[in-house]
């Protein structure tokens, strides 16, 4: 079993910028394709970001491209997510996962494997 542990969350006025980052899976890291979910109160979570195994190829959901990226670096075990350009609507717990598959990268929750606990990001003046 796979542990992924996500970091970085914190309170940041509109407009700012966050980089969460995700540390894990431990074994074979570079063979997964990663990816970043939300989950808003009341809210069903949702996929925003991934980055596949094979090539590096990103995905994003219409609500963040542009001003959100994601990025891998296999040498640390590590993804990340930039944050840029914060909305209050972006307020969310953020979660990283795993997709053993490694390709392609997609926003389903149920094409991935191993979660993380979640970190928060609140977006607030």
């Known amino acids: 079993q796979e542990r992924l542990v996500e970091s970085g969350g914190d309170l940041v006025q509109p407009g700012g910028s966050l980089r969460l980052s995700c540390a894990g899976p431990t074994h074979r890291f570079e063979r997964y394709t990663m990816g970043w979910f939300r989950q808003a109160p009341g809210k069903q979570r949702e996929g925003i970001a991934c980055?596949?195994?094979?090539?590096?190829?990103?995905n994003y959901a219409n609500s963040v491209r542009g001003r959100f990226t994601i990025s891998r670096d296999d040498s640390k075990n590590a993804t990340y997510l930039q944050m840029n350009s914060v909305k209050p609507e972006d307020t969310a717990v953020y979660f990283c996962a795993a997709d053993a598959s490694g390709w392609p990268c997609l926003l389903k929750s149920d094409e991935y494997d191993y979660w993380g606990q979640g970190t928060q990001v609140t977006v607030s003046s």
């Open positions: 980055i596949s195994a094979s090539d590096g190829t990103t």
